[in-house]
């Protein structure tokens, strides 16, 4: 059967089709696209003006709201948006696409190779691992800070209730993460009109604060970028560390490509977003230069004193779009990581019968939840939460303009000036961005850090771990035609029926089969070996599902393959294969999954064996094998039609 090859993966770069594999929305159909996109892939840079000006005047490396100082910092905000989200993430990065596909782990997946990579491979792999890991601790920042810096608007309606902040932002918090078992379905049809109001009402004030000092507006013009570093040195470049805050979000917008198409982000972007965003901050700026005491909150007190509580119900709104957003990507991450075999497998739920990317994972949900209602009871208000936010940011920025130059060069055939010239000016942002934003450490950037860190431990112990458990069991096998070769000799009795038998190594056979034919000296009737292969795409074409061979002897090798951004399911390919029955010679073999035995084996590690792998990994490699969702439930085996069988391997 015909399959994809690498360099079918992704044409963007060669000026390929906007939307790669997909049929450009038109219409009505783009409008909708372009409605839910606000929501989904803008809740979080949406949702910045809450905080993000106020960090820049308030924060620990604030600066004073004098005239040159907010006409400065309202200019490198212009910029920001426009050169890191508008010409780095919506013009390149959204080229850089995996059949359709963003994110940092499609693009990884476009430059992982079959075999054992090696050297800068290797660096740029760890890298990308280490990038998909912040995403975690930006996954569990954003609810914290987004819900946090609305509910604060009530300190500015009355100090009544400042005690009450924290109380109710936790209480907002676990309500979040607990309706998320009832998925995002119904929800998400309130996404994008609760975000647009929210837009349309950050719009409005911008243009209420214009109208009072309209020469705000002179701080397009990029001088005053210049002439604030040239003034404030260093305390100018540390102010970085509180602009980045405004273009959080950026790796949301293009990890969602896949959802909605480039065209209808892209749209959503230019016609409300940016707009929305200038608008408001340069509102925000007119507001400091009439009232520089105004620093402390210059959002809120852009409010008219009569619409304050109804502004921080449409912003605590607004922040729990942005949260479920966050969430949601997390849910989709750690998928990738399953199949791209960094995790081990957890409890995949899919919430909708209709969309195959909404899914809730119980293991991720609670522990973002204790994360996030932890990060609250610890820093208490968004100033202090802002400590903690932008290492992460910056940290995937700049693994992702490494990425996307090594997939220039390698995939898209670029000269190496064309790579460095662009590929330079993005990641001489990014590491300017991020080395301002190392200084938040000591302040609380520690803890993106040690989140990634953790996990990153968690995917490189359990890639590591899985190669070497394969090698262990492939070099105790023997190859398959060899065994079936046997079983024709020895002809050992069949049992009426059909026995399929689990395996990752499709060329020997299965330990599983071996240890069944050992101890019950019987086989079926019919014996299927089944494979699953996870592709480096993120989706197959159900014609390219299932390759089936027939080995002989009534033996069958059926290969399933999905791609990173599917969850294997037996049943459906078994029921895919009998469906295939007049299309292909299946040499007489009939399934029915109720009627068929699943045996998969169930390997009891021991720390003792002679792999390099450290003892600590070691350790840690079998509690999480220990704590891995059993297969049965993975491959949505019917549990009353499962045999498992024990063996004890030293790693």
């Known amino acids: 059967m015909a399959r994809a090859s690498p360099s079918d993966l992704t044409t963007s770069g060669l000026g390929g089709s906007d939307d790669h594999a997909k049929p450009a929305p038109r219409g009505r159909a783009l409008a909708v696209l372009s409605l839910s996109a606000l929501g989904v892939v803008y809740g979080d840079i949406g949702t910045s003006p809450l ?8 924060g620990p490396h604030g600066v004073d709201p004098t005239r040159e100082n907010v006409l400065g910092i309202l200019s490198l905000v212009f910029w920001s948006l426009n050169f890191l989200i508008s010409f780095k993430y919506v013009t390149w990065m959204l080229r850089a696409d995996n059949r359709g596909e963003g994110g940092i782990l499609a693009l990884l997946a476009l430059l992982r190779p079959k075999d ?6 290797v660096g740029l792999i760890l890298a990308g691992i280490f990038g998909a890991a912040l995403l975690y601790g930006d996954g569990i920042i954003t609810p914290a800070i987004s819900v946090l810096g609305a509910v604060e608007g009530l300190s500015v309606a009355t100090h009544a209730l400042e005690h009450y902040i924290v109380g109710i932002s936790v209480a907002i918090i676990m309500a979040l993460f607990l309706v998320q078992r009832w998925g995002t379905a119904g929800v998400g049809r309130i996404f994008g009109p609760v975000t647009t109001l929210w837009f349309i009402c950050i719009a409005v004030l911008g243009v209420h604060g214009i109208l009072m000092e309209p020469t705000v507006l002179h701080a397009v013009n990029p001088w005053y970028v210049i002439d604030f570093f040239r003034r404030d040195g260093t305390q100018g470049f540390l102010v970085l560390a509180a602009v980045i805050l405004v273009v959080t979000g950026g790796e949301a917008l293009y990890a969602d490509m896949g959802h ?10 230019y016609a409300v977003v940016l707009p929305a965003l200038l608008l408001n901050y340069f509102g925000q700026g007119a507001l ?4 520089p005491e105004a620093q402390t909150n210059p959002f809120y007190l852009l409010v008219p004193s009569w619409a304050l509580y109804p502004m921080v119900v449409i912003a605590t709104s607004a922040a729990v779009v942005a949260s479920q957003a966050l969430i949601s990507g997390a ?16 409890t995949i739920i899919h919430t909708s019968h209709k969309e195959q990317g909404q899914i809730y994972i119980p293991e991720v949900n609670y522990g973002l939840m204790v994360a996030c209602v932890g990060l609250v009871l610890a820093f208490k208000s968004s100033t202090n939460l802002a400590a903690t936010y932008g290492v992460a940011v910056t940290g995937t920025m700049t693994v992702t303009t490494l990425l996307f130059m090594a997939v220039a060069r ?5 000269d190496w000036w064309r790579v460095i010239g662009l590929g330079g000016l993005l990641l001489a942002v990014d590491l ?5 934003n190392l200084v938040k450490i000591p302040d609380g950037g520690w803890f993106p850090i040690l989140v990634a860190a953790f996990v990153f431990i968690l995917m490189t112990t359990w890639k590591r771990g899985r190669r070497f458990l394969t090698g262990i069991l492939r070099d105790s096998s023997i190859p398959l035609e060899l065994f079936i070769q046997d079983c024709a000799k020895r002809n050992p009795y069949r049992v009426p029926g059909t026995a399929v038998f689990m395996t990752s190594d499709p060329e020997g056979a299965p330990p599983v089969l071996l240890h069944h034919m050992k101890h019950n000296k019987v086989l079926h009737e019919k014996v299927i070996i089944m494979s699953i292969q996870s592709e480096n795409f993120p989706q197959v074409h159900e014609n390219d599902r299932v390759d089936f061979k027939e080995l002989g002897n009534k033996f069958y090798q059926v290969t399933a393959y999905f791609g990173f951004m599917e969850s294997p399911d037996v049943p459906a390919v078994l029921q895919a294969l009998a469906m295939k029955g007049d299309a292909m010679d299946l040499g007489g073999l009939t399934v029915k999954v109720m009627d068929t035995t699943f045996y998969l084996g169930r390997e009891t590690l021991l720390p003792t064996g002679p792999s390099p792998m ?6 840690l490699f079998i509690l999480m094998t220990r704590n891995a969702q059993s297969a049965t439930a993975f491959f949505n085996l019917p549990p009353n039609r499962v045999v498992e069988m024990g063996a004890q391997i030293q790693l």
């Open 51 to 58: 905080y993000a000006l106020k960090e820049c005047f308030s």
């Open 116 to 121: 054992q990579p090696t050297g800068t491979r």
């Open 260 to 269: 909605f198409g480039k065209r209808p982000i892209r749209i959503a972007w």
């Open 288 to 291: 400091l230069l009439k009232h």
């Open 331 to 346: 849910f989709s991450l750690t998928r990738q990581a399953i199949q791209l075999g960094y995790s081990p497998r957890v």
């Open 410 to 414: 390698e995939r898209w055939q670029w």
């Open 432 to 436: 300017a961005f991020l080395t301002a």
């Open 614 to 619: 450290a003892r600590w990994r070691k350790r």
